[in-house]
């Protein structure tokens, strides 16, 4: 049974990743904003914003950005699984021998090569810019693992707008307050420079506390509570989203 679903989310997953290759603007588009950020922020309101850090800024908001990157990147999850639910492919899909499951995991898969694929094209650019960091490789490990499981637990999401929603812009637009969240964390300025209420919403919601693991990991300092407060909130966003996901598309084609 292990072995029928693994082969048939393999061969759908490659289907999902040819429509990828042959529209690679996907990867492009979803790298634009975030470079266009950097940029931003780099040249024009960098020279203005101080961290306290006393290192250069590229290397202070490039983990936010790589969060962006990622939220950007999931709304095309929900739109391609919409349109897959609007053209009947589903319903094909039920009709053959398959693994029901294995569908959803395709759309998933697809979307972390991509996400994956596109934050390497930003750092490639942070790196043009400036960035520089001493991280070993078990600390760039570390932060793909980081990576890896926020793009699950958001892919996840994408998957339950994508099955709910009842138009294509529906589909996507759930990724905009995801898009924004990095910018009340401490992605782009410490969190001290808030005023109290924005402080401490920005202290206590998931993206600071990825974001700051990702910013020690990469500057070669103690993670200390962070990581584990990351952890938590990525695997917690991932098995709940997980568990409506399937509820969703349960109803769905029951």
């Given at each position: 049974m292990t072995t029928h679903v693994l082969g048939d989310t393999g061969v759908l997953t490659g289907r999902s990743l040819r429509h990828i290759l042959r529209s690679p603007d996907t990867i492009i588009t979803t790298a634009v904003t975030p470079v266009a950020l950097m940029l931003l922020f780099v040249y024009v309101l960098g020279g203005a914003i101080s961290t306290g850090s006393g290192g250069s800024y590229i290397n202070y908001m490039l983990p936010g950005i790589l969060l962006i990157t990622i939220a950007s990147g999931i709304a095309y999850t929900a739109y391609r699984l919409f349109l897959d639910m609007q053209g009947g492919i589903f319903e094909r899909f039920q009709s053959m021998p398959i693994a029901r499951s294995s569908v959803l995991w395709a759309h998933v898969l697809t979307s972390l090569v991509?996400?994956?694929?596109?934050?390497?094209?930003?750092?490639?650019?942070?790196?043009?810019?400036?960035?520089?960091?001493?991280?070993?490789?078990?600390?760039?490990?570390?932060?793909?693992?980081?990576?890896?499981?926020?793009?699950?637990?958001?892919?996840?999401?994408?998957?339950?707008?994508?099955?709910?929603a009842k138009t294509v812009d529906g589909a996507s637009a759930f990724s905009y307050p995801l898009i924004f969240l990095p910018f009340i964390s401490s992605a782009f300025v410490p969190t001290g420079?808030?005023?109290?209420?924005?402080?401490?919403?920005?202290?206590?919601?998931?993206?600071?506390?990825?974001?700051?693991?990702?910013?020690?990991?990469?500057?070669?300092?103690?993670?200390?509570?962070?990581?584990?407060?990351?952890?938590?909130?990525?695997?917690?966003?991932?098995?709940?989203?997980?568990?409506?996901?399937?509820?969703?598309?349960?109803?769905?084609?029951?």
């Open positions: 991509a996400n994956l694929t596109s934050v390497a094209v930003v750092v490639g650019v942070a790196l043009l810019m400036g960035f520089r960091t001493g991280a070993s490789l078990g600390a760039w490990l570390a932060v793909t693992g980081i990576l890896v499981l926020f793009t699950l637990a958001l892919t996840w999401l994408a998957v339950i707008a994508g099955l709910s420079t808030m005023p109290g209420p924005v402080a401490w919403f920005a202290e206590n919601q998931p993206v600071t506390s990825i974001v700051n693991s990702i910013r020690a990991l990469f500057a070669q300092q103690p993670v200390g509570n962070e990581l584990w407060i990351a952890l938590a909130w990525c695997l917690g966003l991932l098995v709940l989203a997980y568990a409506f996901a399937m509820a969703a598309y349960r109803r769905k084609i029951s």
